[in-house]
């Protein structure tokens, strides 16, 4: 595998709020690029990876926010508890957010929680601009944002979300091709919306 980058954006962020341990770290970015393959043990894999960074740093948000999306790709895994995994999943968000309330990537995860499962429509999207505001450069943000203007009809008004992220990130574009596939479906089945692009990020 290829060892893990901190590109500048992130190393920006990092030394704003924190010294940075590298070899936590690149934990981190292991167990974000494990999670991209979206197996299931992929999913259990990573949040050893996670897990291992917190015992070299337990305050690091940074795995908090990593905990949390993995758990949250337990939600949707037919074999697991939901609302076990939805519990463990808000427990990072919010220790996450705990330790470091600037980061996009937590006030991410703790808006797929409340869209995904609260069904918290104002919490999902008040996160979503949150985390927009906080780190314009973050196409997870964008991309939820636009799963919510989705979820609500609003496919038009979503459209320029997933393509922001797009151009922050072109690999986002098969999850928001599946996004875009499946947006009829998603009154019905809400919770499957989150599932193909937690990894990326």
């Known amino acids: 595998m290829q060892r893990p980058v901190v590109t500048p954006d992130e190393q920006g962020h990092l030394s704003r ?23 299931l043990k992929d999913v259990q894999n990573t949040i050893e990876y996670f897990q291992s960074g917190l015992e070299k ?14 758990y949250i790709d337990k939600m949707m895994d037919v074999h697991e508890s939901p609302a076990e995994a939805t519990t463990q999943a808000r427990t ?3 220790k996450a957010l705990q330790l470091d309330d600037s980061l996009a990537e937590a006030h ?6 409340k869209l995904a499962y609260d069904w918290d429509w104002a919490g999902a999207e008040h996160e979503f601009n ?14 939820m944002y636009g799963q919510y203007l989705t979820m609500l009809g609003r496919q038009t008004d ?16 098969q999850g928001m091709n599946w996004v875009i596939r499946n947006n009829s479906g998603l009154s019905s089945n809400h919770v499957s ?3 193909p692009i937690t990894g990326r990020y």
């Open 130 to 143: 949150r985390a927009m505001e906080l780190n314009p450069g973050y196409p997870l943000a964008y991309v």
């Open 108 to 113: 991410t995860s703790l808006g797929m929680i």
């Open 57 to 70: 740093d337990p305050d690091n948000a940074l795995l908090y926010t990593g905990l949390a999306d993995a």
């Open 17 to 39: 709020n924190r010294v940075i341990n590298p070899d936590v770290y690149e934990l981190y970015l292991k167990g974000r690029h494990i999670m991209e393959r979206g197996g």
């Open 92 to 94: 990072a968000a919010e």
């Open 158 to 173: 979503a459209m320029p979300f997933f393509e922001k992220a797009h151009r922050l990130d072109p690999l986002f574009g």
């Open 193 to 195: 919306v989150v599932q």
